[in-house]
């Protein structure tokens, strides 16, 4: 009997569960180091940079304006932060259960109690009562119970912190990626009218031709033709502009109004002028708040099944509660005090099916939330290898382009050089121009494109998160 009660005494002291402290399985992905080491070595990227502010890397004041007014007007990130208030209001609930429970009640009434129910001749009489008690009691965690239940609340609350990370990373995304839209409307849309003036000389050129009999109509439709399908090219960058300045004021919480003049008045992106920088796997799955609230959730998962299982044990309470009742005319007389010490052991004995099928429930909610660690993990690496291999390819992509426009302006001086010797007219000056505002406005659509990559590659990343 010794032994049992220092036993006993023991596990009150230390306050021991029945499951073990949650621990990263050491079969899960993150674990892998083949998964999570497959981004290095990018001679494109690099890997030290401060991904909390990556949009300063465009140092642009303008759009460090915009990010800052965004994190603390848009709308889901007020959601998120209350969702983690309270998160974090839940555990003062929870680790509530941790410390002493005092309750204080007080009564006071006129009554009568029915004589017949105590099997005394009647009627009682009419009596001003009154009842004041007071009670302290506290629950020995003898099987982890409440501390599992806290263990969950807390990884809940990280899950909420994660949230929030997410939903900044979201958010900052969005508004350099609105803002760089805007800009790059403007720069497509100057391109574009270089074009169409080229393109309008060359028409005004044929015509004069064919009023000199030097070249029939065909040269004009053509010439014609290919001017309004330039134009045509036109209002789909303005529409793309007017959709990107509201989609920026949705992000701000602003009306559309009020979007500054010097967003709207951008015909120039800024550019990043350095590498893009990613380091490896491991850094990665350490910024990615999505994988970090999976785990969390395996967490809180793990302790909850810490929980189920307490229950299927006996709750004991050591607690003392006092007070005095009695008629009001007797109130502080010594015979109305009470008075009660000592333990409380309570212990509904489960259902064994019931129980078992509980602790079932609790595991295969772990499986899952196993799983979807794996499948998080598995998921930030695929959309971090879908952008590098992207973002590669666009790049390349822009260096043939550039190569390729090398080789048109040379063309253009070349003609310029050829006619002023008289040795070629003046509609193969206006083509060798035309070819080169073609390559300018291919080239800038390919430099939009690069813009967004850069962002989609800084939000697959985890940047932003603090």
Known sequence: MRKIALITLAAWVTGCA????????????????????????????????????WWKLYNDATLDDLVDRSLSANTDMRVALANLERAAASISVTTDAEYPQVGVAAEAAFSRDSAEQFYLPGPLPNEKVYAALGSVSYEVDLFGRVRRSVEASKAEMNVSKDTVAATRIAVVAQTVSAY???????????????????QEEETKLVKRFQDSGRSGSLAVTRSTSQEDSLRASLPPLSAAKEIAMSRLALILALPRSAIPASVAGCVDEPQ???????????????????VAAAEERLHAATAEYGV????????????????????????????????????????????????KAELTQSQAQIDAAYARFDASVLAALNEVQTSLSAYGYDLDRMNHLKTARRSSSKASVDARKLFGLGRENYLSVLDADRQLASLDQTIAAQQTKLANDQVQLFLTLGGGWQ
């Open 180 to 198: 760089l839209a805007v800009c790059a409307s403007g720069r497509e849309s100057i391109v574009t009218q270089h074009a169409i003036a080229l």
């Open 308 to 355: 189920v299982k307490a229950d299927l044990y006996p709750s004991i309470s050591f607690g003392v509660s006092g007070g005095s009742i009695g008629a009001l005319g007797h109130f502080n007389d010594d015979d109305t005090y009470k008075f009660s010490l000592g333990p409380l052991v309570s212990w509904q004995f489960p259902n064994r099916r019931r129980a």
């Open 272 to 290: 990043i002028a350095q590498l893009i920088p990613v380091g490896d796997g491991r850094s990665l799955l350490a910024r990615r708040p999505d």
């Open 18 to 53: 029945l499951t073990p402290d949650y621990k990263r399985p050491s079969e899960a992905i993150a674990n892998n180091p083949t998964e999570i080491g497959q981004l290095q070595n990018n001679a494109r990227l690099q890997a030290n940079v401060n991904y909390a502010q």
